[in-house]
Each structure stands twice: as structure tokens, then as C-alpha cells.
């Protein structure tokens, strides 16, 4: 994506010269809590990031964002510090919004609208998700997520720890849950291809998670 | 305070006070439902005063309290008008008076650059709040996320609860496992049931059971 055609282009116009253009390599981290730069926000103009809650050796993946779109220390605006890594899944290409210009910036409303609601609207998917996972059992969640995933009846897993993340499931409940579904004779497991045996079986088991991401 | 000082104290008075005849004033009882998941009502609300309870209920039953709400915060279909229908309906805790604003008028507020960053930093920062507390749950025990409710939730040394049956709610655990732990707790000396109320016997060892979720929700001792 091309600068100009960024969403907050207009008000950052004035800004340019003192914002940094960044860019990420694929594996590395655009903040990270032991660096203390969690707090650092950031404009994606081209690739991709994700935002990953560590604890206690555990990674929960928060959010996933592309371009176009705020990353970063966002939850400080709110007072809601969530400390999260984040960590560019492509080469990405950020403008960095440090902390003086970026309360300068939204003292207009036109960038505090596009502000508040680009990032509202993350939040709310990002709450829908773990609404997803306490209000259904992990063999819905990953029947539903199988079904979506699924091409002439065969989905591709991607690593167990990506799938873990994706999913926010620990490895011990994700083995259970497809053990759970295997057992029933719902899909077999080659390899990292899962493959659906009883097709009508598995939409019923991951029909109300359907009906409740519609 | 009357209705017409508690809505000119409003945050949002500025943004409606020339649409005031076009906004009707709603009262409602507890108990009363606001607005349900079933019933899809694009109407948005607005707290003059009294508090909500924010609940969706799955297709088997389990039921999961999304948030709780008071005066100055907007209520209603709010997660539709960002894509991602949590599915819930309102019910007043208290007696309430809301503002309700219809679509047309949204709409209309909504052309505002100031309004629309209003509406949005508003219920941003609730869903943050909303969001981290459920984050919890994934990250912490039910035993810390309890300890961290028994402080929330403390007078003196008293820890108030109107009921398991609203514990088990509020906190989305069975029954069973709150027992669990209301016991451990008692075993360990962390808190003693009297005839009337549970005492908390040893503040630090509960702060040090609740020590990551304080840590984590940025909360003071």
C-alpha cells in the first residue's frame, strides 16, 4: 500500500518528517515486553503482525493485523496495558507513531474517529473470539475451525503451536479435542492433513459455532 | 437531581442537547430487559442512571455475563455496529433511565468527527476493560481469579457477595469448583465463615494468590 492511500493520510500529512518509516523482517518482533517497547504504537503499510500475550511460557494469540490498520501499544490509550508482543508474521513496513506526535495527532477529530474506531472494531473481533471459546467446547471450536478450513474435503494443519495460538487453546486440550473427534470417526489425521470422513457428522458438531460467528 | 440535571451532566449532553426532543427518556424497573439477543433492535441506548447487566446465553444453556454498566456509557447493540454481534440482551439490575437513539439520529450524530470519536473511545475502552477480564480467565486459575474477586468484592475485612448463584455468574464458574475453593481458602486460613459472612483472616496470602491477576489487570493492592 501506498502511503497516500492510508486511511489517516490526511492527518498525518502534516506530520511526515517526523515519522519514522520502519520496516520489520518475518520473525522479528516490532515490540516486545522485555525491551519495554510495548507501549510504541505503529501504522502498518504493507504486511502483517501479530500481537501475542505471553505467560508463564504460554502464547496466546491476541490479535492478527495487516496493513492499514494501528498496531502496537494500543491498550495504553485506554489505560488497559495489555503488554503484548508483536511480531511480523512477512516483511512489514510500519510508520512509527511516537508518543508526542501521536497525542498530537489525536487532538483532530478527524484522526482520533478513524483512530478509535479502526481500533474498536479489532477489539470487539478480539473479544468475540474468547466469548467463542468460553461459550462452546474445544471440539465445536475445532470442528468449526476444520470445516472453514477445509478444501475437497482435506485441511491442512499448520504447526501445533500456530494451530494452539489461532485457536487459544493449550496443546494439552488441543490433542484432547482432536483426539475426541478422530475417536468418533468424524476425520482422520495423516501427517498434518486432516481429513473429513462423516462431513455431515462434523457440521453438526460445529454448526452453533457457524451460527455464532455468522 | 432530576432527570433534566442528570442528563445535561451527561458526557454525551453536548453532542444531543439541539436532538433532545427527538431522544425519548426510558424508565425501566429491575429486572426488566432492555434489550435482548433475539430481538435484533438497531436502537442504541445511554445511561442516565442506574446499572446493567450485560449477559449472552449459548444454545445449551450456558450463560456468560459480558458486562456490567452505569450511568454515562452506552448500551445496546453496540458489538453489531462494529461486525461482531455478541449476541446478548441487557437487563436492569437496578431501577434505570436510559436515552434511547434511534439509528436515523445515530446516523445523523455519527457524521461528527468529535461524536464519532466520542462513541468510539467510549465503547473502545469498555471493551478493553470487557476483554481483559475474560483474558483472564484463559490466563489465571479459578483459585487466583477468586482471590482477586474476594478483594474486589472486600469491605474492612468482610468479603461481600449477594450469593453463589451470582458469583458463579459473575465469575463464569460452576458451582462446584467455587465451593472447592471456598473451602481450600477456609483449610488454609485464608478467610473463616462466620454465621452471617465470609472474614478474611489473612489479607497478604490472598493478595499473593491474587498476585498475577493484580499484576495483570494493573491493579493496586
Redesign the interface.
Known amino acids: 500500500m501506498k502511503i497516500h492511500q492510508i486511511a489517516i493520510y490526511e492527518s498525518i500529512e502534516g506530520y511526515l518528517d517526523r515519522i519514522p518509516v520502519v520496516l520489520v523482517n518475518k520473525g522479528e518482533y516490532v515490540a516486545k515486553k522485555e525491551d519495554g517497547n510495548t507501549g510504541r504504537k505503529y501504522y502498518i503499510l504493507n504486511g502483517r503482525t501479530r500481537v501475542l500475550?505471553n505467560?508463564d511460557g504460554?502464547t496466546?494469540c491476541?490479535d492478527e493485523i495487516g496493513e492499514d490498520e494501528f498496531t502496537g501499544g494500543l491498550?495504553r490509550v485506554?489505560?488497559?496495558?495489555?503488554m503484548c508482543d508483536v511480531l511480523a508474521m512477512e516483511d512489514t513496513v510500519l510508520l512509527e507513531l511516537e508518543d508526542m506526535v501521536f497525542e498530537e495527532l489525536l487532538k483532530d477529530?478527524?484522526f482520533?474517529?478513524i483512530?478509535?474506531?479502526k481500533?474498536?472494531?479489532r477489539?470487539?473481533?478480539?473479544?468475540?473470539r474468547?466469548?467463542l471459546?468460553?461459550?462452546?467446547s474445544q471440539t465445536e471450536i475445532l470442528a468449526a475451525y476444520i470445516l472453514r478450513n477445509q478444501k475437497d474435503g482435506r485441511c491442512v494443519c499448520p504447526n501445533m503451536n500456530v494451530l494452539c495460538e489461532d485457536l487459544?487453546f493449550s496443546r494439552r486440550n488441543l490433542y484432547n479435542a482432536m483426539n475426541n473427534i478422530i475417536k468418533s470417526g468424524e476425520i482422520e489425521k495423516k501427517g498434518r492433513n486432516l481429513y473429513i470422513i462423516e462431513n455431515e457428522a462434523l457440521m453438526e458438531r460445529g454448526m452453533?459455532v457457524f451460527?455464532?460467528i455468522a | 437531581m432530576g432527570d433534566k440535571e442528570r442528563i445535561e451532566t451527561l458526557e454525551i449532553y453536548k453532542f444531543i442537547k439541539d436532538y433532545l426532543p427527538l431522544v425519548p427518556i426510558l424508565k425501566l424497573k429491575k429486572g426488566q430487559y432492555l434489550f435482548r439477543a433475539d430481538y435484533k433492535d438497531p436502537t442504541l441506548f445511554y445511561i442516565v442512571s442506574g446499572v446493567i447487566k450485560v449477559e449472552?446465553v449459548?444454545?445449551?444453556g450456558?450463560k456468560?455475563i459480558?458486562d456490567i454498566v452505569g450511568r454515562n456509557e452506552f448500551m445496546g447493540a453496540i458489538?453489531s455496529v462494529?461486525?461482531?454481534?455478541?449476541?446478548c440482551s441487557g437487563i436492569a439490575t437496578t431501577s434505570m433511565t436510559v436515552l434511547a437513539l434511534k439509528r436515523s439520529l445515530l446516523d445523523e450524530l455519527m457524521q461528527?468527527?468529535?461524536f464519532?470519536?466520542f462513541f468510539?473511545?467510549k465503547?473502545?475502552?469498555r471493551?478493553?476493560?470487557?476483554?481483559?477480564k475474560?483474558?483472564a480467565?484463559?490466563?489465571f486459575s479459578l483459585r487466583e481469579i477468586f482471590a482477586n474477586y474476594i478483594l474486589e468484592n472486600s469491605e474492612g475485612d468482610i468479603f461481600n457477595f449477594v450469593s453463589m448463584y451470582d458469583m458463579c455468574d459473575n465469575l463464569?464458574a460452576s458451582r462446584r469448583g467455587l465451593y472447592n475453593i471456598l473451602y481450600q481458602f477456609e483449610d488454609e486460613g485464608l478467610i473463616e465463615k462466620t454465621e452471617e459472612v465470609w472474614r478474611i483472616l489473612d489479607w497478604q496470602g490472598i493478595i499473593r494468590e491474587a498476585r498475577?491477576v493484580l499484576d495483570?489487570m494493573?491493579e493496586e493492592d
Open positions: 500475550k505467560l504460554r496466546f491476541v491498550s485506554h489505560n488497559q496495558e495489555l477529530p478527524r482520533a474517529r483512530f478509535f474506531h481500533t474498536s472494531q477489539v470487539y473481533k478480539m473479544y468475540k474468547m466469548l471459546n468460553a461459550m462452546f487459544g452453533h451460527d455464532y | 449472552t449459548s444454545y445449551n450456558k456468560m459480558v458489538s462494529h461486525n461482531a454481534d455478541f449476541q461528527s468527527d468529535e464519532s470519536a468510539y473511545q465503547t473502545s475502552k471493551v478493553y476493560m470487557m476483554y481483559k475474560i483474558l480467565k484463559s490466563l463464569g498475577q495483570f494493573g
